[in-house]
């Protein structure tokens, strides 16, 4: 186990540059998804929150099948995965991971800042318990993801120049690795949805309503 802590953080320190701008586009990502909320019309407000408090409300007499919504979790993460894989392999297709990452960010915002906004304290641990716990897993793998092909991506243009030479099938097999070892985070990510948060959110739920 320390081993692996120990070259994800030996990664990070590689790449601590591409780290801080995708990090920096996530955040813009999550403010301006917040600051959307603001936008909203008081109607729209209003249907979304009386539809949240009539989900609240009837929780507890829903039949949440933890393991549909873990395979409908893994299967928008996979897809997620398979669009930014493909990207790197296109070279120039990388500015796709930065919008791909925009998106979570915009999500996660927008989420947590109506939640808040509309239920105050309340909306804050629901954030907190049912919304936070797998976006951390997603958020650290979706960004060493997009690292992880923003390097392929610049290291494949690097070697094209003469006094740079490097085995293409190294650098395919290198971001295959990568790319399969930090999509383990999603699929954490999926448990978490699929089996702790649904539990989480009907206690939640309990207090909310």
């Known amino acids: 186990m320390r081993y692996f802590i120990d070259v994800i953080i030996e990664y ?5 540059g591409l780290y801080i ?9 999550i403010l301006s998804g917040s600051l959307t909320v603001n ?37 928008n993460n996979l897809k997620t995965l398979l669009i930014i894989f493909l990207s790197g392999l296109l070279i120039f297709g990388f500015p796709i991971v930065f919008i791909i990452i925009f998106l979570r960010g ?16 309340k909306g804050v641990l629901l954030s907190i318990f049912a919304i936070v716990p797998q976006n951390i897993l997603i958020i650290t793998g979706i960004l060493s993801i997009g690292v992880t ?13 003469k006094y740079y030479r490097e ?15 930090f999509s383990l985070f999603l699929l954490f990510a999926s448990l978490i949805e699929g089996y702790i948060s649904p539990f989480l959110i009907r206690i939640i739920a309990n207090y909310i309503s």
Do not use: H, P, W
């Open 12 to 16: 990070i320190k590689k790449n601590i």
């Open 21 to 29: 701008i995708l990090l920096l586009i996530l955040v813009i990502g």
């Open 39 to 75: 936008l909203l019309s008081a109607l729209q407000k209003e249907e979304l929150t009386k539809y949240l408090n009539m989900f609240f409300i009837n929780i507890n007499n829903m039949d949440l099948d933890s393991t549909n919504i873990f395979y409908s979790s893994l299967s």
């Open 106 to 121: 915009f999500m996660l915002g927008f989420t947590t800042g109506y939640f808040i906004s509309e239920f105050g304290t």
């Open 149 to 161: 092909t923003l390097y392929f991506d610049f290291t494949v243009l690097k070697s094209k120049r």
């Open 167 to 181: 085995s293409y099938g190294n650098l395919i097999l290198g971001y295959l690795f990568s790319f399969l070892f």
